[in-house]
């Protein structure tokens, strides 16, 4: 189980390298640069430090709910199994759902303190 888990994470790790350089080649990357702030700000850096954190979140929430159909999908009528997969699926789900309010919180936040 610990083998099939890490042969599904690592091609997901090489799949995610093989399609996102090609998405980030497709633009044009003088199209849309950003300028450079004035002075470092720390606010610029706590949203980019959010925006991070949540890809990488979203990112192993997926991953966990197609580990958890998997293990739906072979649990072969055991009870057990199924109680197992379905904490495994209602769990990645609610963590996922915690991280999106928490990004809308954050959002909500810089907006209502930008505009005060």
Known sequence: ???LLKIIVLTCLFL???IFPNLIIANDPLEDAPTMPDRFNLFTF???LQNWFFFVVITLAVIFVIYGGYM???AQGDP???TNAKKQVIYALVGAGVVLLA???INFLAE???YS
């Open 80 to 82: 057990q199994r199924l």
């Open 1 to 3: 189980m610990k083998k």
């Open 16 to 18: 995610g390298f093989l």
């Open 103 to 105: 990004v809308a919180a």
């Open 46 to 48: 706590l949203i980019g």
């Open 112 to 114: 209502f303190l930008q």
């Open 72 to 74: 739906f999908m072979t």
